[in-house]
């Protein structure tokens, strides 16, 4: 009677072949049968052998396939009492052989993809070109089963969590926007009067200039009063005092709009957004991350319209933007303390972000985006670019990031750049990508088609 398989109790959704139960059994073509059969006997859980010929792998002998073979006419006289290469002439079954780092998931798909006469038929697991073992398909096929049930338990809590995520968001969106709404309203007051305002500072202004004119030597409580008043000064100084107000007025406007655009992210349809508004809306609610010693260059192009859900948008450039700047905060420190202790720095080479803007004609794409977006019946797109001059990434980071961007791996390991990568790919119908050299920096390009 055969033994239930034992699975490993740290099955992972990347877990290999390697770490189930193997049999190191390998027999040479030169014993004979009965020697095999007594070994089946005695341990029933053995699903087959490794078949050697001088020590070097040349087949695999099942239980299933020796025992129907002895089962035909003359099969106990001519594969008990024969050398087992009479076996192998007989039997040149195809086989499946795998090295020991495949995933479980993918040596389960190569193994249903045999012909159904070998379906349930062991595999051969290879180490070494000198070194096989022999994996039970039962084992092969309860560990796959279970990793789909750990995949679709992976799928459904991560589903959860994001409605939850997504409706606190939501949630916080609408807060934000009631706050933006109302920070907006006393600022249209204060922007709606600032205009009569300043055209009443300088009709008062003038009226005063007219009567210093026309009246140059007044009584002396007028001449008193002129002078605790300090009119010169205040000549001077209030055109200024009104255009500061201006500027803050304006400075809180844009940053309410900025929080309103941040915080719809529960759009259903996707409105046309002016990306460079909205890019500087960003910046704005970035400010107190980027310090005085990273530099931020704008090159913004003439862009029209674009259809987007902006709140997504939004989310997906700020990550960006703050992947960035955390790049470049270890740069700045190390500059600033160089400066202190009088070393050598390169002063033409500050650390920088670069966000530019342009239209890009299909044929001008790059070639790792022309796969995504020959899908699409775009013929121009619209090209954001953030650039930063830090130390870029090395090749296995790189290597892991563009791992997380697959369906596959994303299941294992859900990144934040994973994530936007899916806002711009599937929400949008975009395409994301980025290229980094070590010393070179790093630079994100993000697509978005214009219809």
């Known amino acids: 009677m055969r033994q239930s398989p034992v699975l490993p109790e740290d099955l992972r959704p990347d877990s290999t072949v390697d770490s189930l139960r193997l049999y190191d059994v390998s027999f040479e073509n030169t014993r004979l049968g009965v020697e095999l059969a007594d070994v089946f006997d005695r341990d029933p859980a053995l699903p087959g052998v490794v078949l050697t010929e001088e020590k070097a792998f040349i087949s695999l002998v099942s239980r299933r396939q020796f025992l129907e073979y002895l089962l035909l006419p003359q099969g106990l006289d001519l594969f008990l009492d024969n050398p087992l290469r009479v076996f192998f002439r007989y039997n040149r079954s195809e086989l499946l052989v795998l090295q020991a780092d495949t995933p479980i998931l993918t040596a389960m798909q190569r193994a249903l993809k045999r012909p159904p006469q070998l379906a349930s038929e062991p595999l051969v697991v290879e180490f070494a070109p000198d070194h096989h073992q022999v994996l039970d398909f039962a084992q092969l096929s309860l560990a796959a089963w279970q990793l789909r049930g750990i995949e679709t338990q992976i799928r459904y809590e991560r589903s959860q969590a994001l409605m939850i995520q997504n409706e606190r968001m939501a949630m916080l969106g609408r807060l934000v926007d009631g706050i933006a709404h109302e920070i907006l309203d006393p600022v249209g007051f204060i922007w709606g009067n600032l205009t009569h305002v300043s055209q009443y500072s300088k009709d008062i202004l003038e009226l005063i200039s007219g009567y210093e004119h026309h009246i140059p030597n007044p009584p002396p409580s007028l001449k008193q009063l002129h002078?605790?008043?300090?009119?010169?000064?205040?000549?001077?100084?209030?055109?200024?005092?009104?255009?500061?107000?201006?500027?803050?007025?304006?400075?809180?406007?844009?940053?309410?709009?900025?929080?309103?655009?941040?915080?719809?992210?529960?759009?259903?349809?996707?409105?046309?957004?002016?990306?460079?508004?909205?890019?500087?809306?960003?910046?704005?609610?970035?400010?107190?991350?980027?310090?005085?010693?990273?530099?931020?260059?704008?090159?913004?192009?003439?862009?029209?319209?674009?259809s987007c859900y902006i709140g997504r948008l939004t989310q997906v450039l700020v990550n960006i933007l703050i992947n960035s700047v955390d790049v470049l905060l270890n740069q700045a420190v190390t500059r600033k303390i160089c400066q202190e202790l009088d070393q050598a720095i390169d002063p033409h080479d500050p650390p920088r972000i670069t966000i530019s803007t342009l239209i890009l004609s299909s044929n001008l794409v790059h070639t790792d985006a022309k796969s995504t977006i020959s899908q699409s019946h775009a013929k121009r797109?619209?090209?954001?670019?953030?650039?930063?001059?830090?130390?870029?990434?090395?090749?296995?980071?790189?290597?892991?990031?563009?791992?997380?961007?697959?369906?596959?791996?994303?299941?294992?390991?859900e990144t934040s750049l994973a994530l936007a990568y899916q806002i711009i790919t599937a929400k949008h119908g975009g395409h994301l990508r980025f290229e980094s050299e070590p010393n070179q920096g790093t630079l994100f390009e993000i697509l978005l088609p214009l219809v």
């Open 381 to 413: 797109w619209a090209a954001i670019r953030i650039r930063d001059n830090g130390p870029g990434m090395p090749p296995y980071q790189q290597q892991r990031l563009r791992d997380s961007f697959s369906v596959e791996r994303r299941v294992a390991k």
């Open 227 to 306: 002078n605790e008043l300090e009119i010169d000064y205040l000549q001077d100084d209030f055109p200024r005092a009104v255009e500061s107000i201006t500027t803050g007025a304006q400075r809180l406007r844009d940053l309410a709009t900025s929080l309103q655009n941040f915080c719809h992210v529960d759009d259903v349809y996707p409105k046309p957004a002016d990306i460079n508004s909205c890019l500087d809306g960003i910046v704005l609610l970035l400010k107190t991350r980027l310090s005085s010693e990273i530099q931020l260059v704008k090159d913004y192009g003439q862009l029209p319209p674009v």
